[in-house]
Antibody, heavy 120, light 108 residues
Framework: QVQLQESGPGLVKPSETLSLTCTVS????????WSWIRQPPGKGLEWIGY???????NYNPSLKSRVTISVDTSKSQFSLNLTSVTAADTAVYYC??????????????WGQGILVTVSA | DIQMTQSPSSLSASVGDSVTISCQAS??????LNWYQQKAGKAPKLLIY???YLVTGVPSRFSGSGSGTDFSFTINSLQPEDIATYYC??????????FGGGTKVEIK
């Protein structure tokens, strides 16, 4: 059974960089797209972007200038960096994957989510 | 970006009722549409993909239909465990993937 687990600081100061890692277990890491999605408290879902296992990326244009997603296939991990954060970046951050290797936009497996609060 | 407009934003129905949620895309997305269920404090769960295909293991009372710009999601015979927020999501033209605003389903 594929499992995803987010990790990282739960509190980040304004103007600093939010850094999260998603560790994947129980399945293949190669040949899949790996995504980040976030949800501000009490609000809807926002797609951040994805990385293909080989390193190709695609980001939400609204966040593109601040987002970097990277991958470490040796550790079955992928990471999110979001720079210059503000309170508007406070959200539960999810990592996710599709069911099939061609799924770049369908999310079958999800992490449990990690709440990141931006506050001084 | 393709905008996804979901309606209603909330609904209340009795156990056993049939409920329908609508989702409209701002442009033609063919059948590149998914439906998710999110229970309080949990990650979303994929229920329907490709507009009408039921994920294995999901109860058959859930169904989806539509193509182009207009889609619907139906729960036949609402059950207490169906209390959740439901989201539509398009993946036809990314970036970005976009989600509807959600529909909160409650029991009357």
């Amino acid at each position: 059974q594929v499992q995803l687990q987010e990790s990282g600081p739960g509190l980040v100061k304004p103007s600093e960089t939010l850094s999260l890692t998603c560790t994947v277990s129980g399945g293949s890491f190669t040949n899949y797209y790996w995504s980040w999605i976030r949800q501000p408290p009490g609000k809807g879902l926002e797609w951040i972007g994805y990385i293909y296992y080989s390193g190709g990326t695609n980001y939400n244009p609204s966040l593109k200038s601040r987002v970097t997603i990277s991958v470490d296939t040796s550790k079955s991990q992928f990471s999110l960096n979001l720079t210059s954060v503000t309170a508007a970046d406070t959200a539960v951050y999810y990592c996710a994957r599709g069911h099939y290797f061609y799924d770049s936009g369908t999310y079958y497996y999800w992490g449990q989510g990690i709440l990141v609060t931006v506050s001084a | 970006d393709i905008q996804m407009t979901q309606s209603p934003s909330s609904l209340s129905a009795s156990v056993g009722d049939s409920v329908t949620i609508s989702c409209q895309a701002s442009q033609d997305i063919s059948t590149s549409l998914n439906w998710y269920q999110q229970k309080a404090g949990k990650a979303p769960k994929l229920l329907i993909y490709g507009a009408s295909y039921l994920v294995t293991g999901v109860p058959s009372r859930f169904s989806g239909s539509g193509s182009g710009t207009d889609f619907s999601f139906t729960i036949n015979s609402l059950q207490p465990e169906d209390i959740a927020t439901y989201y539509c999501q398009q993946y036809d033209n990314l970036p970005p993937v976009t989600f509807g605003g959600g529909t909160k389903v409650e029991i009357k």
